[in-house]
């Protein structure tokens, strides 16, 4: 993963609305999966795809794709709107 690296890497987020879902897509320019891993990581994936299950059922998902150029996470749940007011 990034985390390897030597030199810098580059993580880049960016989200937008589909379909009345957002749409969140994490990209690095990590060495894909080298299945190594790391004492205390790997829990990250693991615990948001419960988060999810748990807040939104069905309607939400992850998926992952992994090749030499990096690693790309994206996220798509629903879309809910919060109003506030401002007393």
């Keep these: ?6 030199e810098h890497g580059v993580v880049s987020i960016s989200a937008k609305i589909v379909d009345n879902k ?12 080298t299945r190594e891993s790391t004492p205390g990581f790997g829990i990250g994936l693991p615990n948001t795809k419960e988060r999810l ?3 939104f ?3 939400s998902h992850i998926s992952i ?6 690693t790309s996470v994206k996220i798509v749940m629903p879309l809910q709107k919060v109003t506030t007011h401002d007393q």
């Design 65 to 70: 794709k992994q090749s030499s150029s990096g």
């Design 53 to 55: 299950a748990t807040m």
């Design 1 to 6: 993963g990034i985390e390897s690296q030597k």
């Design 22 to 33: 957002l749409n969140v897509c994490v990209e690095d320019q990590g060495n894909g999966d």
């Design 57 to 59: 059922n069905e309607e």
